[in-house]
């Protein structure tokens, strides 16, 4: 048994036994739902009732909708006539209707994420919460976003350590620069079927560790940024995707605390995109280089938080007990 086959037999073994226990959220316009439930600890129905419990036996399941591939279709044709309808209506020349294609060119046709075991800031970040506006001004920073992420445990990106370091997923390294100063690996992303490329989404994680969001960065990695931008473009030219139809940004608030680009097809479009979220590479650099050295140290940065992040939690304290005049608004 090959190491792809192993790893999708355990895989299939984990979701077989996932019970389910509550819809956490959903996204229409992605066409993706998280699921909240436990694995049991044998297929016996009568587990069915042991609660989720966070870091222990609780699991998310992520089901997302997959693209059409032009290739794939056009490669091996789309022939339905063995289409099932459940519901349709025809008005004049036009006709529409639901069901299932039973096209195999559409295969597969849902991609399915699974957090095991599931902690308790797995659970609240995707759990549907009100979304929060936050001004951070760098003495804020200084105050409550800093010291929240110097608490933060390496066990949490132990991950990341783990793809630099090539025990897992180096079969994925689309390119690595070694250098320990100005060097990165870039992978798919795990969002990313791998196969429709007007969804190519690549990501580019740093070597160092000292690194780990865009207030880090000053006019001494320069060097990283250009090298990591013209570097994209052979990563993704592998894909077939020009530099012309390349977006590159950072997030700040980012989803783990190690400095990393993501970078995808213009054509891409999602919520990791919006204001408020995604700085874009070509202006981080612009910002740096032409503005300030230390732009980002000196820069407020406005950013969205969810009412069950952690770190709005430490927001949410600040403000109560500092006199400052107010930094956020509810949205």
């Not at 791998?194 to 690549?202: G, P, Q, R």
């Not at 090298?227 to 977006?247: C, E, T, W």
């Not at 989803?255 to 054509?267: D, Q």
Request: hydrophobic share 40%.
């Amino acid at each position: 048994m090959d190491c792809n086959t192993a790893t999708l037999s355990k895989i299939e073994d984990l979701l077989q036994r996932f019970r389910f226990k509550e819809v956490l959220s959903d996204d229409t316009s992605s066409k993706t739902i998280w699921l909240l439930g436990t694995i049991a600890t044998t297929n016996v129905a009568s587990v069915d009732d042991e609660p989720p419990v966070p870091g222990q036996n609780a699991a998310i399941v992520v089901l997302e909708r997959l693209a059409f591939s032009p290739q794939t279709i056009a490669k091996a044709g789309c022939s339905l006539d063995s289409v099932l309808l459940a519901t349709g209506e025809r008005n004049d020349v036009y006709a529409w209707a639901t069901g299932d294609a039973r096209v195999a060119a559409l295969k597969p046709d849902v991609r399915i994420a699974l957090t095991y075991p599931a902690t308790q800031k797995h659970i609240d970040k995707h759990r549907r919460q009100q979304r929060k506006w936050v001004c951070e001004t760098p003495e804020l920073y200084e105050k409550v976003t800093k010291p929240f992420i110097d608490s933060q445990s390496a066990s949490r990106i132990q991950w990341v350590y783990n793809i630099l370091s090539k025990q897992v997923e180096s079969e994925h390294i689309l390119f690595e620069d070694p250098d320990p100063e100005r060097g990165f690996v870039i992978v798919p992303d795990l969002k990313w079927d791998a196969t429709n490329m007007d969804n190519m989404y690549l990501v580019a994680i740093v070597h160092r560790h000292d690194l780990r969001s865009l207030r880090d960065l000053t006019n001494s990695h320069l060097p990283l940024l250009y090298n990591l931008r013209s570097k994209a473009v052979v990563a993704a030219q592998k894909y077939g995707v020009p530099s012309n139809q390349l977006r590159l940004y950072i997030h700040y608030q980012p989803s783990y605390y190690h400095l990393h680009v993501h970078i995808t097809n213009v054509l891409l479009e999602g919520k990791g995109m919006l204001a408020g979220r995604a700085h874009l590479l070509d202006s981080v650099i612009d910002n740096i280089s032409n503005i300030a050295s230390d732009y980002y140290q000196r820069a407020t940065i406005p950013y969205v938080l969810g009412s069950t992040d952690e770190l709005w939690s430490h927001w949410a304290a600040h403000q109560n007990t500092s006199s400052d005049e107010p930094t956020t608004i509810s949205t």
